[in-house]
């Protein structure tokens, strides 16, 4: 069930939108009308009822359209060599340019994902600036400020990874002369997101109760910090951060497939994901799309058919191995949750992981409107414990994590997925890398991943990826434009 906390986040979210300011922080628009029925900012950041609006606001826009429907399967996921558009050939065939490396700086879902994040940070930002002069309890206001740190570093961390050098923005602009930021060197973003996770990971819990179930916790801010530090091939750090995750009592969740099911949300594998719910009768406010846009295409709920897997994933499998067939939805099977689907149809595989089964469709509104997203899973801690060790040399640490990953997708299966034994480094690092693509396909990392790996254009080479060029993404042309030059291009856009 989903809790009280989230259920008002529809109507709070429009009582935080009121003080937003431009997303990208270039300018600001004097045409803008402000919408009826809303709190003036200036009547806001009064009480703690506020401060909680003001947070709970935050996490409902994690499931906007610009955060997890087509900007990021765009920015994020097309990149890659494990999905491709899908749909039928002409629906938002703009979306093949990110699959072919042909996007300019004029796509609109380069502004969409790059709004998103800035109107995400701008929330968290929000928060930042306002709460602590607020006389409420201090505990709690201690807390809603590492929360705010916590979405704040998410926001920058899936910028720049996207586009290198952003512009760093920590507080709410107070007059126009702050409106127009240069790009900050990608350094100091990075620096800038470990001290937010830092600040965060101190303050924290653990755990929270029922209410308030889907709360950045401590796990979630260390979680963040080690991947923040494998990109940065800080080892050591890496290494720290995830032995102190996997001492807070996460585990692995029985069963792989299930576990991305509605039934199963927030159990004990999940560090950190996104709430969604379903209101009857309020469609405005059930409204996460991550699930429909990647439905099945024709399906009895209308799935869009987007983001659909390649047979270059299916290849990737090693004999046997039952995620495939929980990653994958192939035309013409059954699923495990006794679906049947059409044999005929514009895409041969769906992405399973963001299926919801159609008994649980909502009848009048999105497919997917109660299924949470997962954004960090304990597998993915364990793999990044294994990667760590390997690297500084710990062999038998990083055997250990890796297989107790395998081990669980095996299940009872003794047949598949042998143990890794190898104590060879190189290998063992193919091997950890390779799991990391198959325990995590169509999570929205592969992308990401084989660019850090330095492999990009050994891998998305027969896809149009040019080194030099094709490790970010374009800085949104108009964003450039409204700043009258201060925002600079990446190389070779």
Not at 340 to 356: E, F, H, L, R
Request: negative net charge.
């Amino acid at each position: 069930m989903k809790t009280d906390q989230f259920i008002k986040i529809k109507t709070v979210t429009a009582a935080a939108a009121l003080i937003m300011f431009v997303a990208a922080g270039c300018s600001k628009s004097f045409l803008e009308v402000p919408p009826q029925g809303q709190e003036k900012g200036e009547q806001f950041w009064q009480n703690e009822e506020d401060a909680t609006k003001a947070v709970v606001s935050m996490y409902g826009y994690l499931r906007a359209w610009q955060q997890v429907a087509f900007a990021p399967i765009a920015v994020e996921s097309l990149g890659s060599d494990e999905t491709e558009k899908g749909s039928s050939p002409g629906d938002a065939s703009f979306l093949n340019n990110f699959d072919n490396f042909t996007a300019s700086s004029t796509e609109g879902q380069i502004q969409d994902f790059w709004n998103g994040q800035y109107a995400l940070i701008n929330l968290a930002n929000q928060v930042l600036d306002n709460v602590p002069a607020i006389d409420m309890n201090s505990t709690l206001k201690d807390r809603y400020l590492a929360e705010a740190k916590f979405i704040r570093a998410y926001g920058y961390f899936r910028l720049v990874r996207a586009f290198g050098d952003v512009p760093l923005r920590l507080h709410v602009p107070k007059d126009a002369t702050e409106f127009n930021l240069p790009r900050t060197p990608e350094a100091e973003v990075w620096a800038a997101i470990e001290q937010d996770l830092t600040d965060a990971a101190a303050v924290l819990p653990t755990t929270y109760g029922a209410s308030e179930v889907g709360h950045a916790t401590k796990g979630a801010a260390l979680a963040l910090h080690a991947k923040v530090s494998m990109y940065l091939k800080k080892w050591d750090q890496v290494l720290s951060l995830t032995n102190q995750v996997i001492g807070l009592g996460y585990d692995l969740f029985p069963n792989y497939y299930t576990q991305f099911r509605i039934a199963n949300e927030n159990n004990i594998e999940s560090v950190f994901e996104i709430q969604a719910a379903y209101k009857p009768g309020d469609c405005d406010f059930s409204n996460s799309q991550y699930s429909q846009v990647q439905g099945v295409r024709a399906s009895v709920g209308g799935g869009w058919g987007f983001n659909v897997p390649t047979q270059t994933l299916v290849d990737a499998y090693e004999a046997g191995d039952p995620r495939m067939n929980a990653t994958i939805i192939f035309r013409g099977e059954t699923t495990p949750d006794g679906d049947v689907i059409p044999a005929t149809g514009d895409n041969p595989m769906y992405n399973q992981k963001s299926y919801v089964p159609f008994s649980q469709y909502p009848g009048e509104c999105s497919e997917g409107a109660a299924q949470n997203i997962r954004v960090i899973r304990f597998a993915e801690v364990l793999l990044m414990n294994a990667e760590a060790a390997n690297e500084l040399g710990q062999t038998q640490q990083a055997l250990t994590s890796l297989n107790k990953v395998r081990s669980r997708a095996r299940g009872g299966n003794a047949g598949v997925l042998p143990d890794v034994t190898t104590t060879d480094q190189a290998q063992l690092r193919t091997a950890i890398w390779h799991e990391r693509q198959v325990e995590l396909a169509m999570e929205f990392d592969r992308f990401f991943d084989v660019i850090r790996q330095g492999r990009g254009l050994a891998i998305f080479g027969p896809k149009g990826f040019k080194e030099g060029k094709n490790e970010h993404w374009p800085i949104p042309q108009n964003e450039i434009d409204l700043s009258a030059g201060t925002l600079t291009q990446n190389p070779g856009y």
